[in-house]
């Protein structure tokens, strides 16, 4: 677990297990030869990817953001991404019953997978006391998905939630907490959202996948997993000079290494300068 202050709250990014995924399709229509330079694939073409839920802790509340991979993964399915399961919680102070809230980035099974428990034949909620929140663009995707994002999307980390009435949905910005806002930024999904948080003045974001990892900051290093590339690259352009003159703390979800940072842009583009875990002189 890694803290950041941000003025009263403590922002907590966790370890939710870690996993691969082809360098291909994490870097579109970027040619190999350019972004194997920042990170080297595996002999299956795979690059090393991390699961970092945020856990934001107000004065009154606890707020998880994403669950991580959860536990289920087995056989084929296990080894094709590689997965490393990792309860997000453990070897930290917090428990699940603590979790007042669960903000769901998307939908998406690295996203998700924590979000449920098996016991026996039933799935349940991991999060005892915790109401789930997602975009309602993003529900309706998940339920009723099409050829090029069924894949993405595992029933079981979702649908006990609905089934219970646990999963709520939201519609555009909102403020789900005092100073904790979602904030819709579609291209990965139609119904991405990624979460602005803020304190006395100071601003930080969990991007998720608007920009998994830090390597993907450049403009045209947009994943090929994104359904509306185009509007990724739009959501960029009109967010980054607002990250860069307010000097938002970016909290990445899948980098191992560069965990948060703030954005600049040089000669050379855009790129992430690192702040290392409880920076006080933000």
Do not use: C
Not at 90 to 104: C, I, K, M, S
């Amino acid at each position: 677990m890694k803290t950041w202050t941000l003025g009263k709250l403590r922002l907590h990014l966790l370890e939710g297990g870690r996993f691969a995924l082809d360098g291909g399709a994490m870097f579109g229509v970027v040619p190999k030869t350019l972004w194997s330079r920042s990170i080297q694939p595996d002999e299956r073409n795979r690059i090393p990817m991390a699961s970092h839920p945020l856990l934001i802790e107000t004065p009154e509340k606890k707020i998880l953001v994403d669950t991580g991979l959860g536990n289920f993964w087995e056989g084929k399915r296990r080894d094709i991404y590689a997965v490393e399961m990792q309860d997000p919680l453990e070897g930290t102070p917090f428990r699940p019953e603590d979790v007042d809230l669960v903000v769901l980035t998307h939908l998406h099974f690295d996203h998700t997978g924590g979000s449920t428990r098996r016991e026996g034949d039933v799935w349940v909620a991991t999060y005892p006391r915790a109401t789930y929140l997602v975009q309602q663009r993003e529900l309706a995707d998940a339920m009723y998905p099409h050829e090029r994002n069924r894949a993405s999307y595992l029933p079981e980390t979702f649908q006990p939630l609905l089934n219970d009435g646990r999963l709520q949905t939201l519609s555009g910005r909102v403020e789900v907490e005092a100073g904790v806002w979602v904030l819709p930024v579609p291209g990965h999904t139609p119904g991405h959202q990624i979460v602005l948080v803020e304190s006395e003045g100071k601003k930080a974001a969990f991007l998720a996948d608007f920009v998994p990892t830090r390597h993907h900051f450049p403009l045209p290093y947009i994943m090929g997993y994104d359904l509306e590339p185009l509007r990724s690259l739009e959501m960029r352009k009109l967010l980054y000079p607002q990250m860069i003159q307010e000097r938002w703390l970016l909290l990445l979800e899948h980098d191992r290494e560069a965990t948060a940072g703030v954005l600049v842009q040089t000669e050379r583009g855009y790129r992430l300068e690192e702040v290392p875990p409880d920076d006080q002189s933000r």
